[in-house]
């Protein structure tokens, strides 16, 4: 091993992150430090050292694992990826990796920094999920609802959709929320979006109101507004229960 490739490897091995150092042409791993170990859930450099950096992959992450490894073989540092890796010991762990060109002697190699990203990733998955759950219960909600950013509709649910005689939520989103209502409502609509958008999410207004649904058809009803943030915007709900439908 030349005196630079031994300085450098010095250098990886106190690092507090896992380096991993693999030939390009094979995928052959060719040395790990410390922290890789334990990531990897073996004891010993001879457990690891020798596999291909391929084995540890899903096969649905081969192809980009592959495409990666072939940009670093022509000099290139490719985007970070997070991987979901299967560990020795059979655990799983979803690890950031930033590979970049190396020479380990004469063998072409890139050193690949990882981090361990698995609380992370799950606690995002958890929220994907969560959020998932709450849209079909709101989407599904026998209550008509509606959230406008600023003057213009951008979601409502299925009951507001029928409520004002529309076939399709789609049909809602992206226009102005005024039209649903009759004239006396929209004033009232109007300073109280204003009001719970200055005092925050804590802040709710309660009101008699009269929609107005395709054909012209009044219906009176209770509208509750609350402040919420719609994609880092500012933004209003009304939860519209019709009178009509509750006696």
Known sequence: MSTRNAAVLSFLEKLPMPVVIADTSTGEILWVNGPHLALSGVGSPDRIIGHSIFEFLGPEQTAVAMRDVEAVAHGESPPPVVYHVKRLDGA???VHIASTPISM??????????????????????????EARYRSLVD???????????????????????TMGHSSPAQIVGLSPSRFFDTATRAKIRDARARVLVEGSDRSVEMEVVAMAAGGAAVPGTGVISAL??????ATRMVFRSRLLSS
């Open 105 to 130: 002697g004469r063998r072409p190699a890139m050193v690949s920094v990882l981090t361990d990203v698995t609380d992370s990733e799950r606690a995002i998955s958890d929220l994907a999920k969560r």
């Open 92 to 94: 799983t762990a979803d």
């Open 140 to 162: 599904g909600a026998p209550a008509a609802i509606v959230v406008a950013v600023r003057d213009e509709i951008v979601y409502a649910n299925a009951s507001f959709a029928r």
């Open 229 to 234: 943030e719609w994609d880092d915007e500012p």
